[in-house]
C-alpha cells in the first residue's frame, strides 16, 4: 500500500502512508471539501506531477491526504490539504503534515503555502513564516536541518 508512517492518536484503526490517493479516493476528499472535480486524467496528471504525498486511512478507508507540488529539489507548494469533515480535530491534519514534512530532506528546499486564517497557526507551529509584504498570506519555510536517518513518527 505504500511506506508505512506511523500510527497516530494511539489507534491501531488508522495510518498514515506517504502515497498517492487513487483517482476515486481524490475525487471523494475533494467532493467533501466542496472542490471543483477535475477530469479524471487532470487528477491523474496533477498527482503524477506531485514529488511528495501522505495519505491517511481509517480503516483502510481514506480520510486526508496532503502533498506537495513543484520539485524535488528547490521549490514545493503544499496543494490539497484535505481531511474529512467527521474526521476532523483529531490529530489528523497534524501527523499528516509531519509526515510529509519529515520526507522533505533537502536543506534549502523552499516550502510555500497559502493557509487560511484557521490554518496559519499550524503552519507557524511548524516553522512557516508569514511574508508581511504578501496580503494574501502566503508562508513560507526553508529546510535547515538534513538528516541521514528519518525520525518515524508515533
Not at 476515486?24 to 514529488?51: A, H
Request: aromatic share 12%; glycine share 8%; with cysteine.
Amino acid at each position: 500500500m505504500g511506506k508505512y508512517s506511523g500510527i497516530f492518536k494511539s489507534n491501531k484503526d488508522f495510518k498514515i502512508y506517504e502515497r498517492k490517493p487513487s483517482i476515486k479516493e481524490f475525487k471523494k476528499l475533494r467532493e467533501n471539501v466542496g472542490w471543483k472535480i477535475p477530469s479524471d486524467d487532470d487528477l491523474k496528471e496533477s498527482l503524477f506531477c506531485s514529488p511528495y504525498c501522505i495519505s491517511a486511512y481509517h480503516l483502510n478507508k481514506i480520510v486526508g491526504m496532503v502533498r506537495i507540488t513543484g520539485d524535488k529539489t528547490m521549490y514545493g507548494y503544499i496543494q490539497d490539504f484535505i481531511v474529512l469533515s467527521e474526521y476532523r480535530k483529531q490529530g489528523i491534519g497534524k501527523k499528516m503534515l509531519e509526515s510529509l514534512l519529515s520526507n522533505v530532506n533537502k536543506k534549502g528546499y523552499l516550502i510555500g503555502v497559502c493557509p487560511s486564517k484557521e490554518a496559519t497557526k499550524t503552519y507557524q507551529f511548524f516553522g512557516f513564516k508569514k511574508r508581511p509584504e504578501i496580503p494574501n498570506g502566503f508562508m513560507y519555510m526553508e529546510v535547515k536541518n538534513v538528516s541521514s536517518d528519518k525520525e518515524k513518527i508515533k
